[in-house]
T-cell receptor
Framework: EPEVTQTPSHQVTQMGQEVILRCVPISNHLYFYWYRQILGQKVEFLVS????????KSEIFDDQFSVERPDGSNFTLKIRSTKLEDSAMYFCASSRGTGHQFFGPGTRLTVL | AQSVTQLDSQVPVFEEAPVELRCNYSSSVSVYLFWYVQYPNQGLQLLLK??????LVESINGFEAEFNKSQTSFHLRKPSVHISDTAEYFC????????FGTGTRLQVFP
């Protein structure tokens, strides 16, 4: 069964550094998403991406965040200058349309 | 405002007992509703979903949920839980960006 993959599984970085979280969505999916889950809290929507552009973003997704689909398979989330409060589990998801979103296993980001 | 509410942060039960995890959604949330399960140190897995049609939906591992429009609820039930059901359960809704509840930790004891 096809699945969404994410790399790395765990990323440790120093505050102020840039990080890129990578995702490979399911190949025939058209909609892509990033969510995050701060430890002990609920999963929060960050951004959705369709047709090579952002379709919606939350207030969390400020100028420090960006997304890109550099080729036909990868979908990346970049945080330009990480802050301590960016420490969280980041989930990528993809879908063919409305309805079921398939989630990746997540990347645990730790900012020191 | 759009919201999905899970009233119970933790639900402890003994093995083979029935369980209900409660979920309510605001009427502004489009009625595409989902339950996701997160096992320790793993990602989110879809457990079941309601998009349209029959209001009772079932998963392959014995869970079921009923969409109740009048009560704006989508409670998750299982008649007899197993130790392996211990996990965090998230209710979510909407058509595009998912709105998640805060999660319910189901702890099954032997």
């Amino acid at each position: 069964e096809p699945e969404v993959t994410q790399t790395p599984s765990h990323q440790v970085t120093q505050m102020g550094q840039e990080v890129i979280l990578r995702c490979v969505p399911i190949s025939n999916h058209l909609y892509f998403y990033w969510y995050r889950q701060i430890l002990g809290q609920k999963v929060e929507f960050l951004v959705s991406f369709y047709n090579n552009e952002i379709s919606e973003k939350s207030e969390i997704f400020d100028d420090q965040f960006s997304v890109e689909r550099p080729d036909g398979s990868n979908f990346t989330l970049k945080i330009r200058s990480t802050k301590l409060e960016d420490s969280a589990m980041y989930f990528c998801a993809s879908s063919r349309g409305t309805g079921h979103q398939f989630f990746g296993p997540g990347t645990r980001l730790t900012v020191l | 405002a759009q919201s999905v509410t899970q009233l119970d942060s933790q639900v402890p039960v003994f093995e083979e007992a029935p369980v209900e995890l409660r979920c309510n959604y605001s009427s502004s949330v489009s009625v595409y509703l989902f339950w996701y399960v997160q096992y320790p140190n793993q990602g989110l897995q879809l457990l079941l979903k309601y998009l349209s049609g029959s209001t009772l939906v079932e998963s392959i591992n014995g869970f079921e949920a009923e969409f109740n429009k009048s009560q704006t609820s989508f409670h998750l039930r299982k008649p007899s839980v197993h130790i392996s059901d211990t996990a965090e359960y998230f209710c979510a809704g909407n058509t595009d960006k998912l709105i998640f509840g805060t999660g319910t930790r189901l702890q099954v004891f032997p």
